[in-house]
């Protein structure tokens, strides 16, 4: 693990304790609201607290994010965001721009307090190696997508190094092609030389590198909304991988020009 010396034995030890505090802070007001308060359920108040929640932790550790594109404003039909996946960044870089829910690994749901948190604010657990939970995952993105929601989802499967878009599940655009929701394309790209590479190493270990990174410049490029009206899921996904690549190549171009 890269520490940086004192100055990253520092900042892992005030991001983990910010973490943990930010984290338990905003899930302790989310879980009050939403038991007790009359709006508990509505979608616009999950989102603007999950929005505060992840531009919190994206500033805590330091994440200097430029968005390239336009964000499209929010319709009456469902939004499904797909972006390669290099980093846990990624995840709160995803949610702090769009809100919406995210498509995660099964084993997240029993993990302390982020566990919690993702469990309560709706996102949708896959196991990738059962077929069963599979096909469960696709009806639960179409339900929440027909309900005029934004789900963002990784369909590469996991992380990689580097640039190249890897192949793609085919699980969230069969959703979007029965749902009719707008596929939204993204692209990513850190700086060259940072520590945000999620790659051949545990959560744990990765989580602690970079909290003791120094500050990340990270590109988010925004392509423009795919129809999914009458198209075919086969379609879908190589028209979003084809976008999905051009938006990390200018991502490249700009994080590291």
């Not at 007001?29 to 509505?42: A, E, F, H």
């Not at 336009?70 to 290099?86: D, E, F, K, Q, W």
């Not at 993990?111 to 709706?122: D, E, K, N, V």
Request: charged content about 20%; aromatic content about 6%; overall charge positive.
């Amino acid at each position: 693990m890269t520490t940086g010396g004192a100055r990253g034995r520092a900042r892992l030890a005030f991001r983990s304790a910010g973490l943990a505090g930010f984290t338990g802070t905003m899930l302790a007001g989310w879980l009050g609201r939403s038991r007790l308060g009359p709006r508990g359920d509505d979608p616009d108040v999950r989102d603007r607290w999950v929005r505060t929640w992840t531009k919190g932790l994206l500033r805590l550790y330091a994440i200097r994010l430029k968005v390239d594109g336009t964000i499209p404003p929010r319709g009456s039909g469902g939004r499904l965001i797909v972006s390669n996946h290099r980093s846990a960044i990624d995840i709160g870089i995803l949610l702090s721009v769009f809100g919406g829910r995210m498509v995660s690994r099964h084993d997240l749901a029993g993990w302390p307090m982020i566990g919690l948190a993702a469990r309560s604010t709706g996102t949708v657990f896959v196991d990738r190696r059962s077929p069963q939970s599979g096909m469960l995952t696709i009806r639960a993105m179409r339900r929440v997508l027909e309900a005029g929601e934004t789900i963002c989802v990784f369909p590469e499967g996991t992380t990689f190094a580097g640039d190249e878009v890897r192949p793609f599940q085919p699980g969230a655009f069969l959703a979007a092609a029965r749902s009719g929701a707008d596929v939204i394309p993204v692209g990513i790209a850190y700086a060259t030389g940072s520590e945000a590479a999620f790659f051949d190493e545990t959560f744990p270990r990765h989580l602690a590198r970079i909290s003791a990174a120094p500050p990340t410049r990270a590109v988010m490029s925004v392509g423009e909304p795919i129809a999914t009206k009458g198209a075919r899921a086969s379609a879908l996904e190589a028209t979003a991988h084809a976008a999905i690549t051009a938006r990390v190549a200018r991502a490249r171009a700009l994080v590291d020009g």
